[in-house]
């Protein structure tokens, strides 16, 4: 449920910042950065010290929100596009991983250790193949076409401000973007450790 409540938000949040105010991106932006690096940050960081399954999945998708806000704060029809995209394409993958679990785990919260994953290959091959093909995809190369469309957005004020000098900043500031992804791994980590 709350897959398809996110992507009726971020449908909402795109017709109300590209639609309406698209003649004001210099106005939202600034607030929307903020928001795309606490998002991840938190996210990331919450995610990797999780115990619980569900709620290191729970925070995965906090940062997946953060990746997804990179889209829009690029104002352009690509980055609206790339947004549309990755939502449509990530909230079928949650709703499965999220009844994977569940299936593993049982109702609440008491059964959703780490621990209760291990072996999990040998006792039911198909559902481990399932949950890890699932995993696999949303720590997925998705973060590209966003990140490309967040470049074209940055250079293009970098050459009005500075020419190329600015273009190489831009670029360094870019690559950080692609830390918190960092933490979308967390939840292969832990599988790895195991």
């Known amino acids: ?71 829009v704060w690029a104002g352009t029809i690509r980055g609206t596009a790339a947004t549309l995209f990755y939502v449509i394409t990530y909230a079928p993958i ?3 991983t999220f009844a994977i679990v569940t299936l593993i785990g049982g109702v609440g919260d008491e059964h959703h250790s780490i621990e ?41 004020r970098g050459r009005r401000r500075g020419g190329a000098g600015a273009d190489r900043v831009d670029q360094c500031r870019d690559r950080r973007l692609l830390l918190p992804s960092l933490g979308d791994g967390a939840v292969l980590r832990r599988r790895t450790r195991s």
């Open 1 to 71: 449920m709350a897959s398809i409540v996110k992507v009726g938000a971020f449908a909402a949040l795109i017709r109300v910042l590209i639609s309406a105010l698209g003649t004001q991106l210099d106005t939202w932006r600034p607030i929307l950065w903020i928001l795309i690096v606490l998002t991840t940050l938190v996210g990331a960081s919450l995610a990797v010290v999780q115990r619980n399954v569900k709620r290191m999945l729970a925070y995965s998708s906090i940062n997946h929100a953060g990746f997804i806000l990179l889209g």
């Open 94 to 96: 949650v709703v499965a």
């Open 116 to 156: 209760r994953y291990q072996g999990l290959a040998r006792r039911q091959p198909w559902l481990g193949a399932a949950l890890a093909v699932l995993l696999l995809s949303q720590l997925g190369a998705r973060s590209r076409r966003l990140l490309r469309e967040v470049r074209r957005a940055r250079v293009g």
